[in-house]
């Protein structure tokens, strides 16, 4: 079956990096747009970044643009999240999920279980 | 930016009908995408293009779109219902996601 699995989340200090990763099986990873959501505590959903099938295309939200990059490996099917100069306020259950882009109406499933990344000193 | 409103909380008793609305301007015009999150899990899709249902979804879910209002409808509602419910748009002019502020869905 359709399945995302995330790892790498942990604590981390304010200006510390991490990488997330996210691990797809049970379709064809390579034909699918994906992309990072998080969720802070408590809080609503926030799409971070996504980028495209073959990679040519990304997108950031303006509050991780410059800190955030995304990328993918079709051959392992995989994507990640390298985050960088993390934040207090980076800290979230962050998701990743295939965006399914259908001439801009486009949704997001799945989702997988999500890594929750702490910024903390 | 374009920005999504939800109602903070929303019940009803079971077996009764919920209605979460999710106000934008002239959100009839976009496709609205509905996601329920039960308490520490992962979202899931519920409602896809205002009104389609995801395989393994219920015919209890159901959606609409019209004017500045879309809206997900729970009929005949159970326990397991209970859940925070988001409604998502794409904003073409900014090629990005838009989230609604989220709705939780409390069974009596």
């Known amino acids: 079956q359709v399945q995302l699995v995330e790892s790498g989340g942990g604590l981390v200090k304010p200006g510390g990096s991490l990488r997330l990763s996210c691990a797809a099986s049970?379709?064809?990873?390579?034909?699918?747009?994906m992309s990072w959501i998080r969720q802070a505590p408590g809080k609503g959903l926030e799409w971070v970044s996504y980028?495209?099938?073959?990679?040519?295309?990304?997108y950031y939200a303006d509050s991780v643009k410059g800190r955030f990059t995304i990328s993918r490996d079709n051959a392992k099917n995989s994507l990640y999240l390298q985050m960088n100069s993390l934040r207090a306020e980076d800290t979230a259950v962050y998701y990743c999920?295939?965006?399914?882009?259908?001439?801009?109406?486009?949704?997001?499933?799945?989702w997988g279980q999500g890594t929750l990344v702490t910024v903390s000193s | 930016s374009y920005v999504l409103t939800q109602p903070p909380s929303v019940s009803v008793a079971p077996g009764q009908t919920a209605r979460i609305t999710c106000g934008g301007n002239?959100?009839?015009?976009?496709?609205v995408h509905w996601y329920q999150q039960k308490p520490g899990q992962a979202p899931v899709l519920v409602v896809y293009?205002?009104?389609d249902r995801p395989s393994g979804i219920p015919e209890r879910f159901s959606g609409s779109n019209s004017g500045n209002t879309a809206t997900l409808t729970i009929s005949r509602v159970e326990a397991g219902d209970e859940a925070d419910y988001y409604c998502?748009?794409?904003?073409?002019?900014?090629?990005?996601?838009?989230f609604g502020t989220g709705t939780k869905v409390t069974v009596l």
């Open positions: 999920a295939s965006l399914i882009a259908v001439a801009g109406r486009n949704w997001f499933d799945p």
């Open positions: 293009d205002d009104s």
């Open positions: 002239n959100i009839g015009s976009k496709s």
């Open positions: 998502q748009v794409w904003d073409s002019s900014s090629d990005h996601p838009i």
């Open positions: 049970g379709f064809t990873f390579s034909d699918y747009y």
């Open positions: 980028i495209s099938s073959s990679g040519s295309t990304i």
